[in-house]
């Protein structure tokens, strides 16, 4: 049924300084969840007029959040403390991993994963799976039954685990084919090849990985890059010929404009220049660094103008402690403040919606364009009494989204759309 979202609209174009607000706002869904009208209350056209309306008065009405990394297996797993990275691996994230190899135990944790995320406002995604194809299996499965735009794979990884979550290079991409013959471009859904990171890949299943990536088409690529000096140190072990950690990915050709990888704290220059020139993505997950010790992200180091490399945000649960992009936005703020750069709300708002989808190439997203389908948040700047005094003092959409940013979590999502249908609303007295 045709339905018209009211409220204070909010969405970003195609160029970094495009930001379209109206105060008054109306947004017009129809039946098949795409945006058919979008502009000023006032200036809605008389046909949509007698059709039902959710009425979010001053509440911001934007599109939804889009997480470009995060850990559906580590849903349960969030503040589980650890030395560093690897002590973290090994101790808590391997163990709960192996779970997933029960595909009705997946099957039920898939459902709890994507009514978090919707709890939090967050529409679209691109996930690590288990290493168990039946993992991958249940994602896809409760994702296309939401008509969600998710990214997700089998993880791969043949070495430096423990043998429950361990398989081998041509088991790898076996499964990792037939998901994606099965999957891919079944409604919104997308295959990204997903080797978990160099420490626990051989150079055989890098070499597959590279493979898949440019033998199945419309694929993405997700892994993990230069996240602690401990990993850091292990590759070059594993990898002595290599010159740097990229160099690694590299060789077996897993740099590229389809390709992600979390993190990319201690680049070097010429790790930063060869990312750049292949059209990669480094996706910055502040509260998984920070948790973890991992270190300082500088987004302005990367993005240098002689050579800049595309930067995504992120959760990274579980090793990021919280679902919710809003507190993730406001970790960003505080880390990038902490290397000498001050971005705006109005910025960091963008790299998780438009920003992030575009990198994600989920062209249908992100964005409120008509012929778009209807992925929306509605945040409520007076969601707590903390927010609401807070608001009293904002003058500019700048202040309310810094705000929302600073001090919002899941209490301030209002309500979550996905392709039109309401999937998570909160109750208010």
Known sequence: MTRVIRGQTLSFGVSPGEVRHEAKGAIVI?????????????????????????DYGDCIVMPGFVDAHIHFPQCRMLAAPGKDLLDWLSRFTFPEESRYADGGYAAAMAQLFLDRLAAHGTTSA???????????EALFAAAVSRNMALVTGKTMMDRNAIPAVQDDPETGARESAELYRTWHGKGRLRYAVTPRFAVTSSEAQLRVSGELLQ??????MQTHLSESPGEIALVRELFPSARDYTDV????GLLGPHSFFAHGIHLSEAECARLSESGSTVVHCPTSNNFLGSGLMRMAYLREARRPVHVGLATDVGGGTTYSMLATLGETYKVQMLTGYKPS????????TMGNAERLRLSDTGAIEVGWHADLVVLDPCATPVLASRHELSSSLEDVLFALMILGDDRAVRATYVAGRKLHERVTQ
């Open 215 to 220: 033998s199945l088409d419309g694929v993405l």
């Open 249 to 252: 990915y590299d060789r077996f």
């Open 30 to 54: 129809g039946d098949d969840g795409c945006i058919l009208w979008a502009g000023p209350a006032s200036l809605l056209p008389q046909g949509f007029r007698p059709a039902p309306v959710d």
């Open 345 to 352: 709300a109005l910025e960091l708002f963008r790299m998780a």
């Open 126 to 136: 691109m996930a690590f799976c288990s290493v168990h194809k039946a993992c991958a």
